[in-house]
């Protein structure tokens, strides 16, 4: 059973139709492999309000969770101390210390 796994969906400078149809595409096939928490770097675009990879990502990831295709979207700048959740995914995956506290706008955690 796999557990951890990175995508970097901004990678190449795609557009945003790129970006999203990669991300539906990895998502589908790691979920298939049995992967259970994947970090989506999304980067936040340049115009410090988030651009619309980050925007559209994000958006379509928690359209998944409230329909129930997957557990549990964290925001970069929410996996921290203070988000029980964040606590819960960092002890069962280690992989994601090096996520966790930064703040980080440009990645979203995904328990699938």
Not at 18 to 32: G, N
Not at 94 to 111: A, R, S
Request: aromatic residues 12%; charged residues 25%.
């Amino acid at each position: 059973m796999a557990g951890f796994c990175e995508i970097n969906i901004k990678e190449g400078m795609p557009t945003v139709a790129e970006a999203l149809s990669y991300l539906q595409s990895a998502c589908e096939r790691l979920k298939k492999e049995k992967y259970k928490v994947i970090a989506v770097i999304h980067g936040y675009g340049s115009t410090g309000k988030g651009g619309a990879i980050c925007q559209k990502a994000r958006s379509w990831l928690t359209a998944r969770v409230k329909k129930g295709v997957f557990r549990t979207v964290i925001f970069g700048e929410d996996f921290e101390l203070f988000n029980f959740e964040a606590l819960r995914l960092k002890g069962l995956y280690p992989e994601l210390k090096d996520y966790f506290g930064g703040h980080n706008h440009g990645v979203t955690i995904v328990e699938l």
